[in-house]
T-cell receptor, first 118, second 115 residues
């Protein structure tokens, strides 16, 4: 079974530029997550989708971050404009179960996109 | 709010040594507890989990027991190998068993095993 795919793997931009990340979850997985992992810290959830609807975006900085999951499959996460503190690894994960039914549902993570903002 | 605290690294051990990585949590209710592992150059993957008090999760020789009385979920392995070198994250589900449950991660512990 193919895993969670993410691209690009690395991105370097200057502050105030915009950037977009792409995620393709495991086929059939209803729930998709975007995490931000700052160096030396654990991943922090930014947004959670169930199919193409948002379940939780309480920690998404909505003034500059946006995400969508069209057709309930692939997802994109965008930052516009980027700040220095956005430098991090952005992880995408997916799980089979529906949010709320399976709080213990296993999340499968992609390799991440390492963003450096100069 | 709910949180996870794990021992800071890096932890360096010799091959075949006994491993303990401490993890304690703060939560209301009864969260599920997890250990995730991130091998060099790879994505995070679930190592083991426990869903209720006194449950023991185990995988690949690693074990952790859900201790509600001490709010702990320490990771142990009797004999580590070089291939166990990785970053280990303790995590909990927050809020437990709800319609918008998410995982809260600790800061990670880097483990290095010397041959």
């Amino acid at each position: 079974e193919a895993g969670v795919a993410q691209s690009p793997r690395y991105k370097i931009i200057e502050k105030r530029q915009s950037v977009a990340f792409w995620c393709n979850p495991i086929s059939g997985h209803a729930t998709l997550y975007w995490y931000q992992q700052i160096l030396g810290q654990g991943p922090k959830l930014l947004i959670q989708f169930q199919n193409n609807g948002v379940v939780d975006d309480s920690q998404l900085p909505k003034d500059r971050f946006s995400a969508e999951r069209l057709k309930g499959v692939d997802s994109t996460l965008k930052i516009q404009p980027a700040k220095l503190e956005d430098s991090a690894v952005y992880l995408c994960a997916s799980s089979f179960g529906l949010a709320g039914v399976m709080s213990t549902d296993t999340q499968y993570f992609g390799p991440g996109t390492r963003l450096t903002v100069l | 709010g709910n949180s996870v605290t794990q021992m800071e690294g890096p932890v360096t051990l010799s091959e075949e040594a006994f491993l303990t990585i401490n993890c304690t949590y703060t939560a209301t209710g009864y969260p599920s507890l997890f250990w995730y592992v991130q091998y060099p150059g790879e994505g995070l993957q679930l190592l083991l989990k426990a869903t209720k008090a006194d449950d023991k999760g185990s995988n690949k020789g690693f074990e952790a027991t859900y201790r509600k009385e001490t709010t702990s979920f320490h990771l142990e392995k009797g004999s580590v190998q070089v291939s166990d070198s990785a970053v280990y994250f303790c995590a909990l589900s927050d809020p437990p068993s709800s319609s918008a449950s998410k995982i809260i991660f600790g800061s990670g512990t880097r483990l290095s095993i010397r041959p």
